[in-house]
């Protein structure tokens, strides 16, 4: 499974927010955030003051941390925002429910990977079965009574073991249900905003695409 190096959390740092990138850590007293709550090099404690972002700076930043957290790509991020853009309502808050759907994520939300880059492997090596179907594209969007099963090889993977028995304590987003002993999970309803707990500002997002 894929294992970040300790410089990751100097994105946290930099955000100053959890981006749960080093996965069960980041629920630890080890987390970077925890024990060093401020940007990352010389000037982060004490030093000379940053300017503060502002305008199309503060846009980008916004959109650069919402594509670190689900572990995505830029094109993929683009395409993702102009499929949300073609549908019905508000268009931030359909940009975060298709980012929730995408399969690797939901994979990591019910515990299957510590990680979105451990659930995007397990997904790309054909370890994720939806409705009996192995699905094997991150990007798939789950639906509403998808039922979410690991390979019997997958199950028994350790990290795989030790990821789930740790989100038995956390729980899982409402949305979703998990039956931690025999490794599967079901959607039980789509994403609502309220749903994501991230501090993520959508509209920053949308103005800076609007553009």
């Not at 709550?37 to 982060?44: L, V």
């Not at 002993?181 to 039980?188: A, P, R």
């Amino acid at each position: 499974m894929a294992r970040y190096k300790g410089s990751v959390c100097r994105l946290c740092r930099r955000e100053g927010m959890k981006l749960f990138l080093k996965g069960d850590r980041c629920f630890t007293e080890k987390c970077a955030i925890e024990k060093r709550n401020y940007a990352p090099g010389m000037h982060g404690k004490g030093g000379r003051i940053k300017k503060q972002v502002q305008g199309y700076g503060l846009q980008l930043r916004e959109k650069q941390k919402v594509k670190r957290l689900y572990g995505m790509l830029e094109r993929q991020f683009a395409l993702t925002f102009k499929r949300a853009s073609q549908e019905k309502g508000v268009v931030g808050e359909v940009l975060l429910q298709k980012l929730e759907r995408r399969l690797s994520n939901v994979v990591y939300r019910l515990g299957f990977g510590n990680s979105q880059a451990q659930a995007r492997q397990l997904v790309r090596h054909g370890h994720v079965r939806v409705n009996d179907r192995k699905i094997d594209i991150p990007s798939y969007q789950v639906r509403v009574g998808d039922v979410l099963t690991l390979t019997p090889k997958a199950a028994k993977n350790d990290f795989v073991q030790g990821s789930v028995e740790a989100v038995k304590g956390r729980g899982v987003p409402k949305w979703l249900e998990l039956d931690p002993d025999n490794f599967t999970g079901k959607v039980l309803a789509l994403p609502a905003r309220d749903d994501i707990s991230f501090p993520i500002q959508e509209p920053l997002i949308v103005e800076l695409y609007s553009k």
